[in-house]
């Protein structure tokens, strides 16, 4: 878990900078709140620090990128269940 005064909108502006140094995953980190301006700290607990080594191994990625990539190219949208899909469409 991690455990702070941070809104959705801050974590998914977060890159993989911020949480790996080394190879390893920072016990501690500071992110700029968006909305209030802040800095807030916090820290990854033991069990959230292996989650998270855990996904970003699985992921990939540099230091650059977004921890939580957005939708990718292929998002079906709910809507778009409502209707059969043409034969021979894949729609993973």
């Given at each position: ?7 959705g ?84």
């Open positions: 878990m991690i455990d702070s005064k941070l809104r909108c801050d974590l998914v502006q977060m890159k993989i900078g911020d949480f790996v140094s080394g190879g390893q995953i920072r016990t501690r980190a500071i992110v700029m709140q968006r909305k209030a301006g802040r800095p807030v700290q916090f820290e990854r607990l033991p069990d959230a620090r292996a989650s998270l080594l855990a996904w970003l191994e699985r992921r990939g990625g540099t230091v650059d990128e977004f921890v939580f990539p957005g939708p990718v190219a292929h998002f079906v949208s709910a809507g778009a269940f409502a209707y059969p899909a043409p034969s021979g469409t894949d729609v993973r």
